[in-house]
């Protein structure tokens, strides 16, 4: 990815720091359930559909769609100003869950809802990558 524009760096949490470890090696991990087999995300302590407390991360394939979108015009923080016009999309993971993420190297105004997707991750520091979605290659 040649993106050069600098952002945010999350700071992980106990509960996310295996999904920001998996980004930093380029997998998107999803956390999944070990009763029910339930795939979720954002990162949480339990199983939204069963409530067990008991998971494992999982690789994800980094496919997806565009489930919804906005093209973002104006920057409300100073950080996000050199990145406008961008595109603020909930992705529609293969695997089901969705993620909220931007929609990179493409021009704001060609993405679609139903635009099939594939992750890219953005590293932002020496230990943090951002899974970013682009236009799957057909």
């Known amino acids: 990815m040649t993106e050069t524009i600098s952002r945010p760096v999350p700071v992980p949490s106990t509960q996310t720091q295996p999904f920001w470890d998996g980004c930093a090696q380029e997998k998107l991990l999803l956390q999944q359930c070990t009763k029910c087999r339930a795939l979720w995300h954002p990162p949480g302590p339990i199983c939204p559909n069963c409530l067990s407390t008991e998971y494992e991360w999982t690789p994800a394939s980094g496919n997806g769609t565009v489930y919804t979108y906005s093209i973002v015009h104006q920057a409300f923080r100073r950080v996000w100003e050199p990145l406008v016009p961008y595109v603020l999309a909930v992705i529609e993971l293969a695997e089901g869950p969705r993620m909220i993420s931007n929609v990179v190297e493409i021009p704001p105004e060609e993405v679609r ?26």
């Open 113 to 138: 809802v139903g635009m099939p997707v594939t992750v890219t991750f953005l590293p932002v520091s020496e230990t943090i990558s951002l899974p970013l979605f682009r236009p799957a290659v057909s």
